[in-house]
């Protein structure tokens, strides 16, 4: 069993890594600013904000894994990477892994290029994509004593195409994966499972990765 830390524990992503980590015995504890509608039993709740790890008291302490699941949204549009960059100096040296949910946009479309972001990305997903890679650029600049994942959903993610839990899901490495009709989606759930797989069996240390169907 691990304990594994979730910040944005509430939120799209991060409320599908709670479920899926309590779902498979593990000690779950969900950070967010608001208390769930519809607690999960067998999860730890701890409100507050990242941006002030003081006062979240022993919350990472003896984590085995940190994931962050911030979304670029509302009042934390410019604040994800100052979050970031707080958990990076925080777990450097510790031996907890930091796992951060990225978004499609730095994913490339071919093996060496280009991304998604660069080619006709949607405008209105353009800063949230921007903070993706920014967060991935602040990751692969961290110090080595620092194990890190990043992981990029399917074009197609998000409560507006909640999809089901089929327990499958591909690795794409840093291409985005696609079905054979070219569309590219993945539901909550089946990230999820691609999150906790990677916490209980790392495969890319220091490395981001894409899954879809």
Known sequence: MARIVV????????SHI??????????????SRSMPDAPVDGVRYARGSVLDPAALGDVFDGADAVVSALSPRGDMQDAVLDAL???????????????????????LVA??????FDQGFPDEYKHEAQVGIDSLDLLQRSDENLDW?????????????????????????????????????????DFAIAVIDE??????HRGRFTVGY
Do not use: Q
Request: aromatic share 6%.
């Open 7 to 14: 910040i944005g524990g509430t939120g799209y992503a991060g």
């Open 18 to 31: 709670v479920r899926e980590g309590v779902r498979r015995g593990h000690e779950i504890v969900s950070v």
């Open 85 to 107: 960059e707080g958990l990076v100096a925080s777990l450097t040296g510790t031996g907890t892994r930091l796992g951060v949910v990225g978004g499609a946009g730095g994913s």
């Open 111 to 116: 093996p060496g290029g280009p991304r998604l």
């Open 149 to 189: 994942f990043f992981i990029h959903p399917a074009e197609v993610f998000g409560p507006w195409a909640k999809g089901e839990r089929t327990g499958r899901y591909r690795d794409g490495g840093d291409v985005v994966v696609r079905a054979e009709d070219g569309t590219s989606t993945i539901s909550g759930a």
């Open 199 to 204: 916490v209980e069996t790392p495969k890319h």
